[in-house]
């Protein structure tokens, strides 16, 4: 069965660091998320991507955020100076697109965890 | 805005005993609604979701959940809890299919044999 994979599994960087998540959706969807989880609090959206271009963002989504699809599998988030407020867990999710019975379900992957010292 | 009220932080069911987690939702018109589970250091499965028509929804491991529009609530249901659906579980909606989720606060589930 399809799966939306996510790498690495957990990432431990310091204060002031780039980071960068990757994520390969499930291969004929369309729409991409990314989310985040701190620990012990609900999961939180960031932003969402289609047709190439962002098409919503939280205002957790500040200007220290991007997102990029630099080829046709992968999906990353890049984090440019992280924070200790930062250290969460983030999962990727995708959807298919109008047209198929199962197009709004969002798959999740299965997490990053970002530890930032 | 959208919310997500899960009132329940926790909850403890025996093995073998009926499970019922709440979910009510604030918003205007009647969103998409979903309920996944985590279970430790895992990511999000999704048991179920609801767009339109039957009410009442079933999903996958057992699961089933029932809008109820005067309610606004989508209410979780299983009726025999086995040791492995301890886990936590989240509520969520969407306005239409493609926008983002907006998740309760999560509902753990403790199984007592």
């Known amino acids: 069965e399809p799966e939306v994979t996510q790498t690495p599994s957990h990432q431990v960087t310091q204060m002031g660091q780039e980071v960068i998540l990757r994520c390969v959706p499930i291969s004929n969807h369309l729409y991409f998320y990314w989310y985040r989880q701190i620990l012990g609090q609900k999961v939180e959206f960031l932003v969402s991507?289609?047709?190439?271009?962002?098409?919503?963002k939280s205002e957790i989504f500040d200007d220290q955020f991007s997102v990029e699809r630099p080829d046709g599998s992968n999906f990353t988030l890049k984090i440019r100076s992280t924070k200790l407020e930062d250290s969460a867990m983030y999962f990727c999710?995708?959807?298919?697109?109008?047209?198929?019975?199962?197009?709004?379900?969002?798959?999740f992957g299965p997490g990053t965890r970002l530890t930032v010292t | 805005a959208q919310s997500v009220t899960q009132p329940d932080i926790h909850i403890t069911v025996s093995e073998g005993a009926s499970l019922e987690l709440r979910c009510n939702y604030s918003?205007?018109?009647?969103?998409?609604l979903f309920w996944y589970v985590q279970s430790p250091g895992q990511g999000l499965q999704l048991l179920l979701k609801y767009f339109s028509g039957d009410t009442l929804v079933q999903g996958i491991k057992g699961f089933e959940a029932e809008f109820k529009r005067s309610q606004s609530s989508f209410n979780l249901r299983k009726p025999s809890v086995h040791w492995s659906d301890a886990a936590e579980y989240f509520c969520?909606?969407?306005?239409?299919?493609?926008?983002?989720?907006?998740f309760g606060t999560g509902t753990r589930l403790l199984v007592s044999p």
């Open positions: 999710a995708s959807s298919e697109g109008p047209g198929s019975g199962d197009d709004y379900e969002q798959y």
């Open positions: 991507f289609y047709n190439n271009e962002i098409s919503e």
């Open positions: 969520a909606v969407a306005p239409t299919g493609f926008q983002k989720l907006v």
């Open positions: 918003y205007g018109a009647t969103p998409y």
